[in-house]
Nanobody, 125 residues
Framework: QVQLVESGGGLVQAGGSLRLSCAASGRTFVNYIFGWFRQTPGKDREYVTAINWNDLSTYYADSVKGRFTISRDSANNTVYLQMNSLKPEDTAVYYC??????????????????WGQGTQVTVSS
């Protein structure tokens, strides 16, 4: 099992930037997929982006493509989400998640077994 701890959320004005961190521990991450999801009250968790720990393949939801960048630092076992050109509609609780590579559809939250506690991102207009 992988343990995940997010940090880096906060309040920012529209057009600003934030970087979220997700510190991972607990087991080997060989070929694991790490993803970021977000959730607003009353809605399901929404897929944002994902990265393959080994080959660094990255995937993005259309809503964040060109504005958000996912990356990882193997020395520190940390996954990052750099968020630029933030919009009020990006306001949500952001969650880091992890899963083995052989499961289908990396955009589907139900295939992720490990989750962090979430960090609030608020973008003011």
């Amino acid at each position: 099992q992988v343990q995940l701890v997010e940090s880096g959320g906060g309040l920012v004005q529209a057009g600003g930037s934030l970087r979220l961190s997700c510190a991972a521990s607990g087991r080997t991450f060989v070929n694991y997929i790490f993803g970021w999801f977000r959730q607003t009250p009353g809605k399901d968790r929404e897929y944002v982006t994902a990265i393959n720990w080994n080959d660094l393949s990255t995937y993005y939801a259309d809503s964040v493509k060109g504005r958000f960048t996912i990356s990882r630092d193997s020395a520190n076992n940390t996954v990052y989400l750099q968020m630029n050109s933030l919009k009020p509609e990006d306001t949500a609780v952001y969650y880091c998640a992890a899963r083995p590579p052989y499961l289908p559809d990396l955009r589907d939250a139900k295939f992720y077994a490990s989750w962090g506690q979430g960090t609030q991102v608020t973008v003011s207009s």
